[in-house]
């Protein structure tokens, strides 16, 4: 499995901003999904997940209640809706993938994709 993420960029704080994650392999509706992100001199940190059929997911305390992630089995597509972001949310957001899960530990995801910088201006 492939990944790429995309959709990054400079949004204010209080806008919104779609992070997409494209995949490809034709097995790639069975794996779980997901986000993680790294700040600048922090390390990287999960902020939301997505089963293989979109019915679970969780987030980091961090982000929940602002982001939504969701999946587009038949485009082989995932997404994060990032509502309100906060400065706090600038990082590098990468997508990552595994036959389980979705975990929230870096070592719980085989496949991971380059990453899209999301910047938070206040």
């Known amino acids: 499995v492939q990944l790429q993420a995309s959709g990054g960029g400079l949004v204010q704080a209080g806008g919104s901003l779609r992070l997409s994650c494209v995949a490809s392999g034709r097995t790639f509706s069975t794996y779980a999904v997901g986000w993680f992100r790294q700040a600048p001199g922090k390390e990287r940190e999960f902020a939301a997940g997505i089963s293989w059929t979109g019915d679970s997911t969780y987030y980091a305390d961090s982000v929940k209640g602002r982001f939504t992630i969701s999946r587009d089995n038949v485009k082989n597509m995932v997404y994060l809706q990032m509502n309100s972001p906060k400065p706090d949310d600038t990082a590098v957001y990468s997508c990552?993938?595994?036959?389980?899960?979705?975990?929230?530990?870096?070592?719980?995801?085989?496949?991971w994709g380059q990453g899209t910088l999301v910047t938070v201006s206040s």
């Open positions: 990552a993938a595994d036959r389980y899960g979705p975990g929230s530990r870096l070592r719980e995801y085989r496949y």
